[in-house]
């Protein structure tokens, strides 16, 4: 039986209408959700968190007017800024009293796990850009994404962050001051990535087998390392450098491994992609413990960012499983 559509003038009936409206407004956000999750997960260096905000915007966009809005895309994204906006100033306190080094929550940046990944990809933003971002205000870190990142004009940041273009230019030239010549080494490793992947195997299976040989060779000599547990996990409370410090933590991680008896059967090495760099996963009895995000100096790694605070991996966690 043919479903009926028009009513005796022929016009659409309500609910007919309502599901068009329903699917256009969904088809117009879904095209769009791999841009506004990208915008707020920079702008809050959290996925959980900005899978939240984006959400959130779904939910005001669907319910909003929108007849007088020329660009969907733009409207979207100036929700999905103050939305980040709000959370991110009052998130701010509570950073200032976290419990050793903070680090952005990691994502899998694998072009098979889906368009959020895809998009982290494209604009290959690492946990040490991300980190370095924290130096920013609010309304310089949402100025600057939106200016270098999406490339939107002083006009449009201006009218997403309720200023003027004037401030907006100057949100975005004082963020460019703040990060200065940090902002190139910030950037996510370049190179050879398979070339890359290999090094970060190499440590893998040594760190697995203790082998103080081989992970000196693949520390470059001043190398670094930050560790966030969140006070929740033993991690590192201060930024390790050099070599010989780096590599004394990694064996004696072996050590207390070995001695507590811990079956290497249950430790799974994994190296993945993490926003835009080759990182080692590492999982016990199938849980995700920790990350380690790696920078590489040619053929060494020069630094590790390694997140072990278990509400920063269950969005990762999330991912290596689907």
Known sequence: METRVFDDRGR??????????????????ERYRPKLFGVAYRMLGSASEAEDAVQDAWLRYATSERSDV??????????????????LKS?????????????????LTDDRQGPESAAAVAESVSLAFMVLLETLSPEERAAFLLREVFEYDSREIAGMLKTSPENARQLVHRARARLGDRRAHARA???????QRQVVQRFATALRDGDADTLASVLAEDVTLVSDGGGKVSAA?????????????FLGIHRVAAAEGIDLNRIRLD????????????????RVDSIYSCELDGGTIGAFRIVRNPDKLRYIAKQLAG
Do not use: K, Q
């Open 12 to 29: 659409a009936e309500p609910d007919v209408v309502e599901r068009r409206v329903t699917m256009t407004t969904t088809d117009s956000f």
């Open 70 to 87: 020329r660009s969907p895309e733009a409207f979207l994204t100036t929700i999905v800024t103050r939305l980040c906006l709000d959370r």
């Open 91 to 107: 998130a701010r306190a509570s950073r200032e009293e976290y419990v050793g080094p903070w680090l952005p929550e990691p994502i």
């Open 189 to 195: 490793s370049s190179g050879d990535r398979e070339r």
């Open 237 to 249: 409370r201060r930024p390790l450098v050099g070599r010989p410090e780096v590599l004394t933590l």
């Open 271 to 286: 190296v993945i992609d993490v926003n835009g760099e080759p990182a080692l996963a590492i999982a016990i009895d199938g």
